[in-house]
């Protein structure tokens, strides 16, 4: 076997000189064999929690020193909110809103949060993934108000490039650190907020929007629960430059992927949802077994846990979706106030237009200094790749 696993190597190294080179790893880098060579190889390379902890650290600074994290601009509050159009529903209240994420660049979105007046609810990250309109879509307004009902603040925000989070093209050199980053200012925001209790916060989001969730969680402890849907892979890296435009998974001295990335979450609670229609297809005998046994040496087997549907594709439709609502309940000790009859009831939830969920408009329009085009935004942050 080990042999075996030796030969797999060598083939996939010889195979990806050029990747290698330029230390990015994009979409199916490996074949689905010589990836799980290669989680095999990892797992050699830690044998306790001190060498796990070891290679975590590596990983995370990968990750940070990749994206170019550290030369973003250092900001705190400021977020120059824009939110208006309050509509209370039927147990839950949708607002739209914008922040500034650093000067210039807006984070567009809709916030929804409980009725009620309990001082402080859990907060959680709604990303998504590549649509343009997707922000818009009904079960993007679901998942948001479901959760807003059960008890939690859920900022759902657009993607970069897509909806009104249109100051430049989704496919820029940097959109994976710009998305990291806007993750970052919508958590400093949710955490800002009087109603919103800091030791509660969870994040949750599908493909690109799964990726987001599970780069941001790795690399910030204040994520206290994460649910990456259809999107930690072994041998997939992402298909996109937000994803893995950047080199974040390799560097002279490490080589990682998305499940390791994923696994930087233990001991913190973690669902990975998966399914037979994509690349999460090996979950449950792959990605998964590996991210157990980092759990294990927290003795926190019990805060990780894989829902595999192997007759579903790639989306984040309603079994992944109660699949997340009841692991971040239990985790975020939501109170739950949905229905529930043989299974989740969405019927209560209000579908709402494009229009009607848009941040900018006539009444509220864009600010003035919003810096437009991939141009600008690369002179004043003056990152170069």
């Known amino acids: 076997m080990k042999n075996y696993i030796n030969i797999l190597l060598l083939v996939f ?24 060579a290669v ?13 796990w902890e070891k290679r975590r650290d590596r990983i995370k600074r990968g990750i940070i020193e990749g994206m170019q994290l550290e030369k973003m601009p250092k900001i705190t509050g400021n977020f120059n909110t824009v939110i208006h159009s309050k509509r209370e529903m039927d147990g839950y ?52 108000a479901v959760l807003a009902r059960m008890g939690a603040v859920v900022f759902a925000y657009d993607m970069i490039g897509y909806g009104e ?28 907020r009087p109603d919103v209790d800091a030791t509660r916060i969870g994040m949750t989001g599908g493909s690109g929007g799964g990726t987001q969730t599970f780069m941001l969680t790795a690399i910030d402890q204040r994520i206290t629960v994460s649910v990456p849907a259809v999107q930690v892979s072994a041998h ?10 950047m080199p974040v998974h390799q560097s002279n001295d490490h080589q990682t992927n998305n499940v390791e990335i994923a696994a ?42 894989n829902v595999h549907l192997p007759l579903e594709r790639h989306d984040y439709a309603y079994s992944k979706r109660a699949a997340a609502y009841n692991f ?23 579908i709402l237009s494009a229009d009607e969920l848009k941040v900018f408009d006539a009444v509220h329009p864009r600010p003035k200094d919003a810096l437009i085009g991939e141009q600008a935004i690369m002179k004043y942050l003056n990152i170069g790749l």
Request: charged share 20%; proline share 5%.
């Open 236 to 245: 997939f890296f992402g298909g996109c430059v937000c994803e893995s435009g």
């Open 93 to 144: 209240i949708v607002e739209n809103i914008a922040i500034e994420s650093f000067p210039g660049f807006y984070v567009s979105g809709n916030l929804y949060r409980p009725t009620g007046d309990k001082e402080k609810y859990a907060a959680i990250l709604s990303p998504h993934g590549h649509l343009a309109d997707k922000r818009y879509t009904h079960y993007i307004q679901k998942r948001a």
């Open 328 to 350: 971040l309940k239990h985790h975020l000790k939501l109170p739950y106030n949905t229905p529930y009859d043989d299974g989740f009831d969405e019927s209560y939830v209000t």
């Open 39 to 51: 989680m095999k190889q990892f797992k050699s390379e830690w044998n306790d929690l001190e060498s």
């Open 264 to 305: 930087l979450c233990a001991p913190r609670p973690l669902l990975m949802i998966s399914d037979g229609g994509d690349w999460t297809s090996n979950t449950p005998r792959v990605e998964y077994p590996y991210v157990q046994k980092v759990y294990a040496q927290y003795n926190a087997e019990n805060r990780v846990e």
């Open 165 to 192: 989070n249109d100051q430049t093209i989704h496919k820029m050199p940097i959109a994976l650190l710009l998305q990291t980053y806007n993750s970052q200012r919508v958590l400093d925001y949710l955490i800002s």
């Open 13 to 36: 190294m010889s195979t990806t000189t050029f990747a290698q080179e330029n230390k990015l790893c994009q979409g199916h880098y490996w074949t689905e064999d010589e990836a799980n």
